[in-house]
């Protein structure tokens, strides 16, 4: 007997092959139940059994044909089953005979769906032999994983998502067809002869960058790798986003700027074709023709121009254009672009009027230029080491060259950041500025515990000066012949509460302003005013905008403007006057116009996810912020080489986990073990809500709402690692203090600060000790021999700043700390105006701890000061807190990376 069938007769193979055949034809896919052909469950058996011819059946196709036709005997013709000669078999043989062959039927679907999915071909010509540079390969296959990451290495990849298809330049069709040829893809002959000829000649077939398109008249496609400033430029041109995400290439008018546009892809060597050429040129030839309209100085500050543009079209080019300009400072909608201040980008603008022929009057041509040498003259004096010699009255001090052009730059602008790196003498250059105006009474604002050290600056800078100080949470009479007063924040911040809607009343500003009215407001520190949800802020905004209406000095002095992001400036310049906060409509006085536009221009906006609200985290446009501060007279930075400061080495000291106390570690490595526990589950909730991975930014995002939970652990881990270095540092510590150097210690837990405190002679700067004792403490540190004071240990939130510690040139960061702006100030207690020896300051990690990730956050975070603050580009709540959700947020998915590594 014959496996395969033989054995049966051929009349009885025929005759069940007419059975299926019979059902076969009279089946529509078991779509209604009119009990006709194959039920459901037979459907694809049947048809698959009647499609093979019957010489062709095998043991198997008799034994399953036999066991289904019975079902449908009322469908057979009387006596078939009788008349086929073949016994029904067995259920189990009938089983796995259908069951072999629906799997081989399976097999065979999907190898014929694979073929049908699987192509290449050419489109934008009839035939492939006709293939020009500007056609698209389309190449097809069903979706494999590892085939989608080969795909994705073909350079000039687009993938259409409706329908699911590569799209490649012709000139990446010989690795398409090699892509093809490994995966099996059946490739016509035209295809195979095209590729040849395209990888003999690729420079042939190569498309330009800049094409007409074909799908918009007037327009230009620019298809080329992404580039940042080809992008900025395209999007200026144009007046927004060029981008096309269908097409995944920009799209511009040709009229939005045909010369600008040529010199922009002439500048980045990209090929136009002859087609967008031509229309370039023509674009360019009727933009001749045009008139443009007019502009003239308008309103009673002479500080805005009326712009009346000719026509609709050339309101759209100039309105396009004018936008992109606009920054924050003007409003969104067309009539607040025609009414232009003239301090935003006045050479620019001056620039664009004349190419699109707006005639200007003499009086706004005349501004134009003056507002363009004004911003020219700040932008040199902002950063100026030297300039004129200043002859102050009653100034007990000689100013350094950078001092006397600052307070130059400060009389002349009156309101601004006096932000000079820390060490620079802000505090000198400030109190010069005030005598050469002869600004008083003068009020200092500062934190209480430097108020002190303010009396004695101002007694060394200006010993004429009748000074005192408002203390206390009421207000007590003041001599009326204070010429400068003395505040601390928390006192000058306290209010009476606002009651049945009325507005909160803050006494001390109350009582200056009513019995003093200064001329002269100076704020140390004034990053400390950065949140407008605290009550000196508000405190502080309302008595500097109160002085700068009457022309006042209005000082913040800062070396840190920004500690964390741009969200931070908002504040401080609402204190200044040039921002117009929450609800309140911009004036001319308000040179960066409302506070919601400049968040949502400067702060990186993101959308919240539930789609109600937005978050300001983030930076965006760095470089423009920090041009617009300079110009406009608001920011004044000088660096180290404004003075003949000694050189300066940040550096890292990484301790081995075999020189940390082994104890505490044990301690820390449980601690972490069940922090990182936490914050996976965490992390995973919100993947699996959001439908994402955990390292996705969103779920960092969501973190953001539980870090005081993070705060809490992290600073557990925190401690423990500074615990653990304890014996390390004081090594490290005592070989310097050995060979004769002092030593500055930062440190910020209170039982840490205490251990090196009681270790190297006692003497700190911390929380909870009196301004009297802080100045002592410093005092010794800096007069007394190494063998009294060889260190002094300083509290990172308490000693950051106002404080001169000179005599030591070393320094170490004994624990880490949140903020760069926090690290900074530390180190700048010993390099600073007094020091004349190298410095160097080290930052201590502990190996395999917190301090490594945290230290990591830092160096990222100072990248965004430094795009504000000095103008170097960025590539991005309270500082704390944003830092604290990194952490946490960098812990899980480490963590869950470990995790899958470990399985």
């Not at 664009?352 to 134009?368: C, I």
């Not at 502080?540 to 700068?548: C, E, F, K, R, S």
């Not at 004044?636 to 082994?662: C, H, K, M, N, Y």
């Not at 939130?797 to 702006?821: D, F, K, N, S, Y």
Request: hydrophobic share 45%; charged share 20%; aromatic share 6%.
């Amino acid at each position: 007997m014959s496996s395969d069938g033989q054995w049966i007769a051929p009349d009885v193979r025929a005759a069940l092959h007419a059975g299926v055949c019979g059902l076969a034809q009279v089946c529509d896919g078991a779509l209604t139940h009119d009990g006709q052909g194959f039920a459901a469950a037979d459907v694809g058996l049947g048809h698959f059994l009647a499609s093979l011819a019957p010489e062709s059946w095998t043991l198997m196709h008799i034994v399953a044909a036999r066991g289904m036709l019975p079902t449908y005997h009322r469908q057979l013709p009387d006596g078939f089953l009788d008349m086929a000669g073949m016994e029904k078999p067995g259920r189990d043989e009938y089983r796995a005979a259908r069951e072999e062959l629906l799997s081989e039927l399976r097999t065979l679907r999907q190898l014929e769906r694979q073929e049908r999915l699987s192509y290449v071909r050419i489109e934008g010509q009839e035939s492939a032999e006709l293939a020009a540079a500007g056609d698209t390969v389309i190449l097809s296959f069903p979706y494999a994983p590892d085939l989608v990451d080969q795909a994705k290495q073909i350079p000039g990849r687009r993938y259409d998502s409706q329908t699911r298809t590569n799209h490649y330049p012709i000139v990446s069709l010989p690795a398409v067809v090699d892509f093809a040829q490994r995966a099996g893809i059946v490739l016509e002959p035209e295809i195979l002869s095209l590729a040849a000829q395209v990888g003999a000649n690729p420079a042939v077939f190569q498309p330009a960058a800049v094409r007409c398109d074909p799908s918009r008249a007037g327009h230009l496609i620019v298809d080329t790798p992404y580039e940042a400033s080809l992008n900025r430029g395209l999007a200026a041109i144009n007046g927004g986003s060029t981008w096309d995400p269908g097409r995944r290439v920009h799209t511009v008018a040709a009229s939005a700027g045909p010369r600008e546009l040529m010199d922009l892809f002439a500048g980045h060597q990209l090929s136009v074709d002859a087609g967008a050429t031509a229309l370039l040129d023509v674009a360019a030839e009727r933009l001749d023709e045009e008139p443009g309209g007019v502009a003239r100085l308008a309103g009673p500050t002479r500080r805005i121009v009326q712009i009346e543009p000719a026509n609709g079209r050339i309101a759209r080019i100039l309105g396009a254009k004018l936008r992109a300009m606009a920054g924050s400072a003007v409003g969104r909608g067309l009539d607040a672009l025609w009414q232009w201040p003239i301090h935003v980008q006045p050479a620019d603008v001056l620039t664009l009027f004349d190419a699109l022929r707006v005639k200007l009057d003499t009086s706004a041509r005349q501004g134009f230029l003056d507002e363009i040498a004004r911003q020219d003259r700040n932008l040199l004096r902002s950063v100026a080491r030297d300039g004129a010699r200043l002859d102050i009255a009653g100034l007990g001090v000689a100013l350094m060259p950078h001092q006397h052009v600052g307070v130059e730059h400060v009389l002349i602008n009156r309101r601004l950041t006096v932000g000079d790196l820390m060490g620079l003498g802000k505090t000198i250059t400030s109190l010069a500025a005030i005598a050469a105006d002869d600004a008083f009474p003068a009020v200092v604002v500062c934190k209480p515990d430097l108020i002190e050290n303010w009396r004695i600056e101002i007694a060394r800078a200006l010993p004429a000066m009748n000074v005192v100080v408002a203390a206390g949470m009421t207000p007590t009479e003041l001599s009326s012949k204070s010429e400068i007063i003395v505040i601390g924040y928390n006192a000058l911040g306290s209010r009476i509460a606002p009651k049945n809607g009325a507005k909160e009343q803050f006494v001390w500003v109350d009582y200056l302003e009513r019995r003093h009215s200064p001329r002269a407001l100076i704020i140390d520190e004034g990053h400390l005013g950065k949140e407008a949800g605290a009550a000196r802020s508000r405190a502080i905004a309302l008595l500097g905008q109160a002085i700068g209406g009457r022309d006042g000095l209005v000082l913040n002095l800062t070396g840190t403007f920004v500690v964390n992001r741009p969200r931070e400036i908002a504040q401080q310049l609402i204190t200044l006057g040039v921002l117009a906060p929450k609800g309140v409509r911009a004036e001319p006085q308000h040179l960066f116009g409302e506070e919601g536009a400049f968040l949502f221009r400067y702060c990186g906006p993101v959308q919240n996810e539930d789609g109600f609200g937005w978050t300001f985290n983030g930076a965006s446009n760095t470089a423009e912020l920090h041009h617009r501060l300079r110009a406009w007279g608001l920011f004044l930075r000088r660096g180290e080489d404004a003075v003949d400061l000694p050189e300066f080495t940040l550096t890292t000291i990484t301790i081995p986990e075999s020189a940390l106390d082994q104890e505490i570690m044990n301690e820390y490595r449980g601690h972490e073990a069940s922090t990182v526990s936490a914050l996976i589950t965490e992390a995973r909730g919100y993947a699996r809500s959001l439908g994402v991975n955990v390292d996705d930014d969103r779920v960092r995002d969501m973190m953001r709402g539980n870090a005081g939970e993070h705060l809490v652990r992290l600073n557990t881990l925190r401690q423990l690692a500074g615990r653990a270095k304890l014996d390390a540092i004081s090594t490290w510590v005592d070989a310097q203090i050995q060979v004769g150097e002092k030593v500055l210690i930062a440190a910020h837990h209170r039982p840490v600060v205490d251990f090196y405190a009681r270790r190297f002679g006692n003497l700190r700067i911390q929380g909870g000790q009196s301004g009297l004792a802080k100045q002592e403490h410093k005092q010794r540190f800096q007069t007394e021999g190494i063998s009294t004071a060889p260190a002094i240990v300083v509290s990172i939130g308490a000693g950051g700043v106002g404080h001169t510690l000179t005599a030591a040139r070393l320094g170490i960061q004994a624990e880490t700390c949140w903020t760069p702006g926090e690290l900074n100030q530390m180190a700048k207690r010993i390099h600073r105006i007094g020091q004349s020896r190298p410095v160097t300051y080290s930052v201590s990690i502990a190996e395999g701890t917190i301090d490594e990730t945290m230290w990591a956050m830092i160096q990222r975070k100072q990248a965004t000061l430094d795009a504000v603050l000095d103008g170097v580009e960025s590539s991005e709540d309270d500082e704390i807190t944003s830092a604290v959700a990194d952490v946490a947020w960098e812990l899980a998915v480490r963590g869950v990376q470990n995790e899958q590594l470990a399985s």
